[in-house]
């Protein structure tokens, strides 16, 4: 498997080719601003399902919902997530336990197998002190070492669940100064998930300044029908489409995007 992506190569993401012709550049980061009763966690599943077929390698973090679903969830798709993960090649973080008993919560993270961390806290003073480590180069899991990040495409599903735990403004100063550029450092193409409708209007705007394009997940009423859209609202310094797109479910969970 070739990682050895240029910095200034761009990649094209899944379903996205169309409304970002230009591709996206590692390092990049990407809010999603979505509706909680829309269908944002198909899409990313197929984001990443697609990503993995194309033979590249990804990267998930389960927050609101337990990893074994993301996995089964992965598995509809003919991804065999223990191969994928023995060879390197994915990574699914679980966060979401640690939401579960946040009163017996243990700044220490659990490495399973080699394959993927259980975090023990999603308490921002535990979170930094993980990621301290991360940015000085010790890495528990020795097959994503700094080197193998270098266009990985990480997808977390929610991080509005470490607002049920955290203050917006002990978050938002985690996050721009801690976990952005940790991403960056990465070159990591970092897309990010937060509920519409759960915080501050100053918290998204906050957001919406560090990040590099924003994407929204809205469900509408159209022609008497419930739809869910998806656009690329912004995209710094690139050219991009805005206009609403959307989005299909088939059997197996994928996510088709129509004009």
Not at 30 to 55: C, M
Not at 88 to 113: F, K, M, Q
Not at 140 to 145: A, E, Q, R, V, Y
């Amino acid at each position: 498997m070739d990682t050895s992506l240029d910095t200034a190569e761009r990649v094209s993401i899944p379903l996205f080719a169309d409304l970002i012709p230009d591709g996206i550049s590692p390092g990049t980061g990407l809010l999603v601003e979505y509706d909680p009763h829309s269908q944002w966690f198909a899409l990313a599943t197929t984001v990443i399902a697609r990503w993995l077929q194309a033979g590249k390698r990804g990267y998930c973090v389960a927050m609101v919902r337990p990893r074994e679903v993301l996995v089964k969830d992965l598995g509809r798709f003919g991804i065999d997530v223990a191969a994928k993960e023995e060879a390197g090649e994915l990574r699914v973080d679980d966060w979401y336990s640690a939401s579960l008993t946040p009163e017996h919560s243990t700044p220490e993270n659990e490495v399973i197998g080699d394959k993927y961390q259980r975090y023990g806290s999603v308490k921002i003073p535990d979170l930094s002190l993980g990621f301290s480590q991360t940015l000085k180069g010790r890495q528990l899991l020795s097959k994503w070492s700094s080197e193998q990040q270098l266009g990985v495409l990480a997808i977390a599903d929610s991080f509005s669940m470490l607002l049920r735990f955290n203050e917006e403004k002990t978050f938002l100063e985690w996050f721009e100064n801690r976990d952005l550029p940790l991403q960056r450092k990465l070159k990591r193409i970092n897309v990010c998930g937060f509920g519409r409708g759960l915080h501050t209007e100053q918290f998204y705007k906050r957001l919406e300044n560090v990040f590099d394009g924003v994407i929204e997940v809205r469900v509408m009423e159209r022609e008497d029908q419930i739809k869910n859209l998806v656009r690329v609202t912004s995209l710094k310094g690139q050219p991009h489409d805005t206009r609403w797109h959307e989005i299909e479910i088939k059997g197996n969970g994928e996510a088709v995007l129509t004009n």
